[in-house]
T-cell receptor, first 110, second 112 residues
Framework: GEDVEQSLFLSVREGDSSVINCTYT??????LYWYKQEPGAGLQLLTYIFSNMDMKQDQRLTVLLNKKDKHLSLRIADTQTGDSAIYFCAELTSGYALNFGKGTSLLVTP | DAGVIQSPRHEVTEMGQEVTLRCKPISGHDYLFWYRQTMMRGLELLIYFNNNVPIDDSGMPEDRFSAKMPNASFSTLKIQPSEPRDSAVYFCASSLIHLEQYFGPGTRLTVT
């Protein structure tokens, strides 16, 4: 399929906010996802948003969706060193498969 | 629940050998997905099942790959014969409805 685009790398200081951006491909995608992958581990579902919403908040996580621009972002408030991981954006295709971006590696420094 | 269980966690094999990867989905989930992760191509869907029936296998690379789901609690992904380019991390995921896919820890396959 077409590529879901994400920046490859982001570095932030502990306590700051992190914003990870994603551009998806299919304007008819109904659900958009954020997954987290720690080294040597599987993917952990963080949150997802329905395409008729423009924002979803879940504790320190805020997802913003701009459907017109096909742009999705994940904001992590008060970023901690334990948030260091790779974050994947994904869109749900019509066939129920997830189309993933290549992932953004987040490094949180003390 | 223990989550999605995959075995083995690591597999090293020689080119030409048969490899079988195993997955136990979360109990009660009716969708099962097999993904492959490589540095070059990222995460790709290989095949998925609904109620043990293969629905979409368009991501299976070639005839060397096959997947089965004989019952609701077990699936296998087989590669025969294996090639070095099959080296990757293979993930199994399951979901109750298709919206929330939960991933296993993955099997890291190295074909020498």
């Amino acid at each position: 399929g077409e590529d879901v685009e994400q920046s490859l790398f982001l570095s932030v200081r502990e306590g700051d906010s992190s914003v990870i951006n994603c551009t998806y491909t299919d304007s008819s995608s109904t659900y958009l996802y954020w997954y987290k992958q720690e080294p040597g581990a599987g993917l952990q579902l963080l949150t997802y948003i329905f395409s008729n919403m423009d924002m979803k908040q879940d504790q320190r996580l805020t997802v913003l969706l701009n459907k017109k621009d096909k742009h999705l972002s994940l904001r992590i408030a008060d970023t901690q060193t334990g948030d260091s991981a790779i974050y994947f954006c994904a869109e749900l295709t019509s066939g129920y498969a997830l189309n993933f971006g290549k992932g953004t590696s987040l490094l949180v420094t003390p | 629940d223990a989550g999605v269980i995959q075995s083995p966690r690591h597999e090293v094999t020689e080119m030409g050998q048969e490899v079988t990867l195993r997955c136990k989905p979360i109990s009660g989930h009716d969708y099962l997905f097999w993904y492959r992760q490589t540095m070059m191509r990222g995460l790709e869907l290989l095949i998925y099942f609904n109620n043990n029936v293969p629905i979409d296998d368009s991501g299976m690379p070639e005839d060397r790959f096959s997947a089965k789901m004989p019952n609701a609690s077990f699936s296998t992904l087989k590669i025969q014969p294996s090639e070095p380019r099959d080296s990757a991390v293979y993930f199994c995921a399951s979901s109750l409805i298709h919206l929330e896919q939960y991933f296993g820890p993955g099997t890291r396959l190295t074909v020498t």
